[in-house]
């Protein structure tokens, strides 16, 4: 069985779940425009699940520690996660095998926790950084703030802007973006992860009084498969 998840925090958690109840199971790190079905194919396994399709059904079918429910601990991991140097895989491993010692995982002296935590440190003080001292510009109603992080921290860094700001902003990486309260700029959903060209060229005109248009999503077909 291969199991498809996606690089933030809950998935990476969940995949640990499933991985340390299914030890055999192949755990693949997926892109959201990547072909899954494809992928399963080139790794001759025609059993696959999407950790995003089974949030629900993976809670309820097996017992879980009473750490995924501490937001301190999946602040960590988010924090993990966000280094440049972090192998998720060994993380979900690292999880799966220590998923009810949660002083192995997240205090003891073994070498992957005192790695994971030196990460998480990091990470923390880059992001520190970047609030301190923000290069930040207003145009057509939206506030523009520029990162150039050594860190994965885009997502992080807008989370934070986001408790002080109502209105829509948009945070610039590279040549990446996300806008965030992006309905109020007449995006379909709240948060929106587009290119930086696209992000510096909203128009003014897109903020009054913005056409909200149904959101059809796509699916992939999955095989329902006993997990």
Not at 68 to 87: C, G, M, P, Y
Not at 109 to 118: C, E, G, I, Q
Request: glycine content about 2%; charged content about 25%.
């Amino acid at each position: 069985m291969i199991v498809f998840f996606a690089k933030d925090a809950e998935e990476v958690v969940l995949a640990s779940i499933i991985k340390h109840y299914n030890p055999s199971a192949t755990m693949r790190m997926y892109e959201q425009n990547e072909d899954l079905i494809s992928l399963a194919k080139i790794h001759n396994e025609p059993n696959f699940l999407r950790i995003k399709d089974y949030k629900t059904a993976i809670i309820n079918r097996y017992n879980f520690p009473e750490w995924i429910k501490n937001d301190s601990k999946i602040r960590f991991i988010e924090l993990v996660i966000a280094h440049k140097n972090t192998n998720i895989y060994s993380l979900v491993k690292h999880l799966a095998e220590y998923l009810f010692s949660p002083e192995k995982l997240f205090y003891s002296s073994l070498d992957r926790t005192v790695m994971f935590k030196d990460n998480a440190m990091q990470v923390m003080r880059e992001l520190g950084v970047f609030k301190k001292f923000k290069n930040s510009w207003k145009k057509n109603g939206i506030h523009y703030y520029e990162i150039n992080p050594e860190h994965d921290i885009l997502e992080l860094y807008s989370s934070t802007l986001l408790k002080k700001c109502s209105e829509p902003f948009a945070v610039l990486c590279k040549n990446k973006a996300i806008v965030m309260n992006a309905k109020k700029a007449g995006f379909i959903e709240d948060k929106a992860l587009i290119s930086r060209y696209d992000a510096l060229n909203i128009k003014k005109e897109v903020l009054v009084n913005p056409a909200v248009k149904k959101s059809i999503k796509p699916t992939i077909a999955t095989k329902i498969i006993e997990f």
